[in-house]
Nanobody
Framework: QVQLVESGGGLVQPGGPLRLSCAAS????????MSWYRQAPGKERELVAV????????NYADSIKGRFTISRDNAKNTVYLQMNSLKPEDTAVYYC?????????????WGQGTQVTVSS
């Protein structure tokens, strides 16, 4: 059974940094892509960043470009989100998602979510 364990959320002042981690275990399929989403109160869940497990290509939401960096450690099946210059509007629950493939189809697994609060 696949498990994703997130860590690193918390309260941070505007302008400060925070680093999220998401460690996956239990899959026998190939890790295809890793991503971070977030959901603020009253809003829909949105994609923040995604990284390809094969070649490391990344994509970011416009709202966080230049401030957030997604990275991965394939050996540890872990994805990270380094968040710098945080703003109050970055406050949300952050979820990691890992997409696996067996060569025929894809399966997505989600973390439990970690709260990030940016406030003075």
């Amino acid at each position: 059974q696949v498990q994703l364990v997130e860590s690193g959320g918390g309260l941070v002042q505007p302008g400060g940094p925070l680093r999220l981690s998401c460690a996956a275990s239990g899959s026998t399929s190939r890790n295809y892509a890793m991503s971070w989403y977030r959901q603020a109160p009253g809003k829909e869940r949105e994609l923040v960043a995604v990284i390809s497990s094969a070649d490391g290509r990344t994509n970011y939401a416009d709202s966080i470009k230049g401030r957030f960096t997604i990275s991965r450690d394939n050996a540890k099946n872990t994805v990270y989100l380094q968040m710098n210059s945080l703003k109050p509007e970055d406050t949300a629950v952050y979820y990691c998602k890992i997409r696996y493939t067996n060569g025929v189809s894809f399966t997505d697994y989600w973390g439990q979510g970690t709260q990030v609060t940016v406030s003075s």
